[in-house]
């Protein structure tokens, strides 16, 4: 009898934090590569196998650019040098939208949208990647009308980007700077058939303090509190013993990029991480009420709630 009580209440405890949400979160995740996804891998899984969530994602670049760690995957790709350049370049961007695909299998990823601006270089000079790499234009129209008709005539709740960051990949800075413009340019509209939605950057660094990108003022975190968001990596994927946690999504998402030989290695070094960190904009309080932080925390605090069963595991908020 105890046992049942306890699926009981846990059954009662998901249902009811559903119900708060009154219909089905419908999320947009914008990504520079194939392969930043799994950034953010434990939140988006535990949005879509925890919550049921929709999560639908944009990749801006080809990646083309990642040959220079597809050696060790050729024999995998029959035999392709795709470590050279000129070969890697023809056939990677084939090959890492099915890794993409494989990845997302595992996340629940239900459509995708690619924009195949070109991956030439790394640089973490924004103005070179507009300048010699990508259409900006191009890039916010594309992703404006993925907003507007991606799912449907319902809209995004949720468009999750990457953290601009002067430490960070060009690339990645630039995808979330583009994602920011295109809520702004949305915003400027005034469309009342339009629904944009609230924004939040995933950071791919660990931060221990307030992130700041002083070159765009798009890029400011709200000042008033809670501000940032924090995901469990460490959190049990079910109540069961001796079942994996979130890092093991990380991981496995991770072995589906093959042609990235190093990212397995990345992850669990430089990379490494209890907590996804996730950031609330100020550009979200254009009607300055506070109906998209209030939705922001229903979210992670339902996950909170959800995983109670892991012991001493509590969403921290700072």
């Not at 002067?166 to 469309?191: F, P, V």
Request: aromatic share 10%.
């Amino acid at each position: 009898m105890g046992a049942f009580r306890s699926q009981l209440d846990a059954f009662l405890k998901n249902f009811i934090y559903l119900d708060i949400m009154n219909s089905a979160l419908a999320v947009l995740v914008v990504i520079a590569h194939p392969d930043d996804e799994t950034i953010f891998a434990g939140f988006i899984h535990a949005l879509v196998h925890k919550i049921h969530a929709t999560v639908d994602l944009v990749c801006v670049t080809n990646g083309e650019g990642g040959f220079q760690h597809s050696a060790p995957s050729e024999y995998l790709y029959d035999n392709l040098e795709l470590s050279n350049e000129s070969i890697g370049r023809q056939h990677l961007p084939r090959i890492r939208k099915q890794e993409l695909f494989a990845s997302g299998k595992i996340l629940g990823i239900r459509k995708y949208f690619f924009f195949d601006q070109l991956d030439l270089k790394y640089d973490r000079n924004v103005d070179i990647v507009f300048a010699e790499q990508w259409n900006k234009k191009q890039i916010i129209e594309l992703l404006e009308q993925v907003i507007i008709t991606g799912n449907s005539t319902h809209g995004y709740d949720v468009m999750l980007i990457m953290l601009p960051s002067i430490q960070s990949h060009g690339h990645h800075t630039a995808s979330g700077l583009l994602a920011l413009e295109t809520i702004e340019h949305l915003q400027n509209n005034k469309s009342p058939n339009i629904k944009i939605p609230t924004v939040i950057g995933g950071s791919e660094f660990v931060l221990n303090e307030l992130p700041t990108y002083l070159s765009n003022p798009l890029v400011e975190i709200c000042s008033i509190l809670p501000n940032e968001f924090r995901f469990n990596r460490t959190w049990k994927l079910s109540n069961t013993t001796n079942i994996p946690d979130y890092q093991t999504i990380v991981i496995w998402t991770c072995s589906e990029h093959k042609s990235q030989g190093s990212l397995i290695v990345e992850t669990l070094t430089t990379l490494t991480r209890e907590y996804e960190q996730y950031f609330y904009f100020s550009i979200n309080n254009e009607k300055n009420t506070r109906a998209r932080i209030q939705l922001i925390e229903r979210i992670f605090n339902q996950l909170a709630h959800i995983h109670e069963y892991n012991t001493g595991n509590v969403l921290q908020q700072q």
